[in-house]
Nanobody, 124 residues
Framework: QVQVVESGGGLVQAGGSLRLSCTASGLTFDDYVMGWFRQAPGKEREGVSCISRSGGRTYYGDSVKGRFTISRDNAKNTLYLQMNSLKPEDTAMYYC?????????????????WGQGTQVAVSS
């Protein structure tokens, strides 16, 4: 049984930082492209960042480029998202997801396994 669990969310002031973590079990972690998505109330789900199976390639949505960094530790079955210079518009539920497709993408339909999410709130 595959389980994907996010952690690290919280409340932070604008300009601050948070580090999200995601652990996945029940799958061979380095067989999967991993991604971070977010959804704010009343808005569509947005692709934040994704990373290739080896970690050698990373991709970011335009709204987070230069501020967020995705990484993974395949030995620990863990995905990370370092979020710096946070803005109130970054407030959302953040989801971790796993895709068996060979190419990393920010299309949510490519992802098979999803976590329950961790809430990030940024105050102005």
């Amino acid at each position: 049984q595959v389980q994907v669990v996010e952690s690290g969310g919280g409340l932070v002031q604008a300009g601050g930082s948070l580090r999200l973590s995601c652990t996945a079990s029940g799958l061979t972690f380095d067989d999967y492209v991993m991604g971070w998505f977010r959804q704010a109330p009343g808005k569509e789900r947005e692709g934040v960042s994704c990373i290739s199976r080896s970690g050698g390639r990373t991709y970011y949505g335009d709204s987070v480029k230069g501020r967020f960094t995705i990484s993974r530790d395949n030995a620990k079955n863990t995905l990370y998202l370092q979020m710096n210079s946070l803005k109130p518009e970054d407030t959302a539920m953040y989801y971790c997801a796993a895709s068996i497709r060979p190419i990393a993408s920010l299309r949510s339909n490519d992802y098979k396994y999803w976590g329950q999410g961790t809430q990030v709130a940024v105050s102005s």
